[in-house]
């Protein structure tokens, strides 16, 4: 016995099934072919593993399109808000249900309508369509300087865009920051990036948002301060970009130190 | 597009029209300035035909920027503009029944483009049939778009390139309300080159064919 068993040969390693494997190995002539079958069910269950896993990714990549689609089409509404409130164009009163059989109310005939007025037909416009999101936004009341996006994590702010108020903030496809063509903005964000880092050394987290939103603020005036050293508005085709921590006062870059 | 100011240059003493436009060329370059290419801008004007009323009928005006080279305009002095494409011309020769184009009263400003900073700064001269009328300055700045807030801004520009003569607010802006600018669609600036033409087709320039 112990001659005949080395000449057994070593069952092969390759076997999918492992130990249920072995049932091949028998030599026994049974009417049922469980080896055969108990592979083509392991191949079956293998090929619905794969298929299951295939519709989830498409299902994922099909919503993260549609979401894609709803936060182009959402940013779309809210340029044209900001163009329509700067413009305080008239709008028309909901004239749905009861209300379209009584007379309608006098509408303004003024382009300029007090913001309230405006609010309110916004937040109807957002009621008449319950899956639409509106944010408003004033940045600056109604006057339009430039446009800052302040992007923070946490309270920490991890960089600044700074563009002009009518210029595009992203490319076509919606991904990429576009390049501002106005000098202005870049010396802008230079000296808010500069602002960051100084605060950062001496202020806590909590007053860190506090100080550059008040700094931020200070731009309201940006094209109508002159600088509160030489007098004038410009310098090397530049407005007083420079304000002081303390005070605010509008400084030309150069007439800071 | 931000906020724009057209205003007239006059032509300096014992100069020419030519030599006015080089002198304002060479100050804007010892500035700083960077030309940029050309510009221009041309104005027609169409009678309506068939007055049934008997009041004075208001003319058209038709008006093409280089800046919109695929737009054109169509105004009346102190009444709607229409913004439309350049196939607006050729609509207005199938419509010569109702308006006929005075062709002898055609304007063109054509001229030298710079910029600097954020400021684009544009020197044409104004001819009518050939005939050198006077001297127009344009100046854009960029990053601003409500009008009554740079205004100084653009002044004290100005002032820095064409001396003195400098004008007020323009009318177009000092119209609007507070803090409202019109959209960019160059609306306003055409309004300012409408008026400064008329304001030119009425001054006579004896002596002055020179292009």
Redesign the interface.
């Known amino acids: 016995m112990e001659r005949l068993s080395g000449l057994v040969g070593r069952p092969s390693e390759s076997h999918p099934l492992h130990n249920s494997g072995l049932l091949s190995l028998d030599p026994v002539q049974d009417k049922t072919p469980l080896y055969s079958q108990l592979l083509q069910a392991y191949k079956w269950s293998n090929k619905v593993n794969m298929l299951t896993l295939y519709s989830q990714l498409l299902q994922a990549y099909k919503w993260s399109n549609k979401l894609l689609q709803a936060y182009k089409w959402s940013n779309k509404l809210l340029q044209a808000y900001k163009w329509s409130n700067k413009q305080s164009l008239k709008r028309s009163a909901n004239q749905m249900g009861a209300s379209a059989k009584r007379r309608p109310k006098v509408q303004p005939s003024t382009l300029v309508l007090p913001p309230q007025y405006v609010d309110d037909v916004i937040s109807r416009i957002g009621r008449m369509f319950p899956d639409l999101t509106i944010e408003l936004f004033r940045p600056n009341g109604t006057s339009a300087v430039l446009l800052a996006i302040v992007v923070m994590r946490s309270l920490f702010i991890d960089r600044t865009v700074v563009r002009g108020f009518n210029e595009n903030v992203y490319t076509e496809d919606g991904k990429t920051w576009l390049r501002s063509y106005i000098n202005l903005s870049l010396s802008c964000l230079s000296l808010v990036s500069q602002t960051w880092l100084r605060s950062y050394i001496n202020l806590s987290l909590s007053c860190l948002s506090l100080v550059s939103q008040t700094w931020l603020r200070s731009y309201i005036k940006l094209f109508q301060s002159p600088c509160q050293r030489c007098g004038r508005f410009l310098q090397d085709g530049l407005p007083p970009t420079w304000r002081d921590f303390r005070t605010l006062e509008a400084f030309h870059d150069t007439c800071r130190m | 597009?931000?906020v724009t100011c057209v205003c007239q240059v006059p032509v300096a003493e014992g100069k020419s029209v030519q030599q006015s436009v080089d002198i304002v060329h060479k100050k804007l370059e010892q500035l700083?300035a960077v030309k940029q290419g050309s510009f221009w801008v041309d104005c027609e004007t169409y009678h309506p035909t068939g007055n049934v009323s008997g009041q004075p009928s208001k003319l058209l005006y038709v008006m093409h920027n280089s800046e919109t080279p695929l737009s054109c305009m169509g105004l009346f002095e102190g009444g709607p503009c229409l913004i439309a494409d350049a196939n607006f011309d050729v609509l207005m020769v199938k419509l010569k029944s109702h308006f006929q184009n005075a062709k002898a009263h055609k304007v063109e400003c054509r001229g030298s483009r710079y910029r600097?900073?954020?400021?684009l700064i544009k020197v044409g001269t104004v001819t009518m049939s050939s005939s050198a009328r006077g001297i127009s300055v344009e100046v854009e700045y960029?990053?601003?778009?409500?009008p009554g807030?740079?205004w100084?801004?653009t002044k004290?520009?100005m002032q820095?390139f064409l001396g003195p003569s400098v004008p007020e607010l323009p009318s177009v802006f000092a119209a609007k309300?507070e803090?409202?600018?019109a959209?960019?669609d160059c609306v306003d600036t055409m309004t300012q080159y409408l008026e400064l033409f008329n304001k030119l087709r009425k001054m006579q320039m004896p002596g002055s064919n020179v292009r």
């Open positions: 597009m931000g700083g600097y900073c954020d400021f960029c990053p601003c778009v409500v807030e740079c100084n801004l004290e520009f820095s309300p803090g409202l600018f959209p960019s």
